[in-house]
């Protein structure tokens, strides 16, 4: 038998998210898929997209160049842009959608004689502060899009900093400086993130972009009762032993039983991506039923609290995250983000259904 450590990936459930992305946008929706369709498998999650998505989108070139080597037929916007010509000559080559967040990237656009004309997503910096051009530039920017021999057409977005919080009034300012600086302008716009497209009804336009609710978990922290996950991390109970009240366990002793312990030792830790800052107390199910982390988490194995599951044991299933422990609430034990947990599994086999 092999290490038990699984993520078992449901792209059902991740088409139904799309689904849901799609009813609650209107519109087109690009499925985000950077960072490996945030540790789903970008060419898996394609795949199984491919009859519904409108469009793609990932963070560089070389992450579309992944999907179209592997026969994905669909627009594929890069959400980074180009970081030189070559990207620009792989963009016309394999009708890539390029984000110009910045004039050096117009100018590499300009300087084209030739070849496919490109798809364009001028990038607005309405608050962010952190890529996109300067709202009084965006017409002047755009016009130069628009006299641009290689340019097909020009999409106007803009990128949410803060729509997970429904009270910030930043994202209504962002929305503001939005409409002020396109009004008027031709074209398509995109700004809805997930975070726009399940919170924020002026963030509904022509596009969107949703990452993180395709694949099922809510990005305001709170577990979602109408996104499925499609991630389910699980490992097994491989060995067992009784400690007594007053034992430590584990690096550093920062688990001292209260009273007679019985903990299970599971094939996971974060070399795999369970985050070792997930401390005593952060829920796991165990066979189905809830239980907890107890001391720290090692590189290659964690350690569970049996104490009151006595028909568990070596072999029992444990999920980390899934349908019964959710990925936000490990986030939240853990003081991290359900994107970074779901983007750094590695080492794992994993499963497609
Ligand atoms: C990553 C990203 C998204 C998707 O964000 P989610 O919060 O995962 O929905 C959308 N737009 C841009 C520009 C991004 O960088």
Redesign the pocket.
Known sequence: MSRPALAQLDLAALRANYAHAKAAHGGKVAA?L?ANAYGHGAVECAQALAGVADAF?VAFVQEAMALREADIQQPILV?EGAFGMGDVELAQRHGLWLVVHQEEQLCMLESLRGGARVQAWLKIDTGMHRAGVAPHEARALWQRLADCGQVAGTTLMT?LASADEPDNPATQRQLAVFEAATRGLPGPRSIA???GVLGWKGAHQDWA?????LYGAD?RGTPSDVLQPVMQLTSEVFAERWIAAGEALGYGGSFIAERLTRVGLVALGYADGYPRAAHTGTPVAVDGRASRIIGRVAMDMLTVDLTDLPEAGAGSQVELWGRQVSVNTVAAAAGTIA?ELLCNVKRVRREYQ
Do not use: Q, V, W
């Open positions: 985000t950077k989108a959400l990128h993130n997930s975070a972009r949703p990452g993180i609710m990005p994107y």
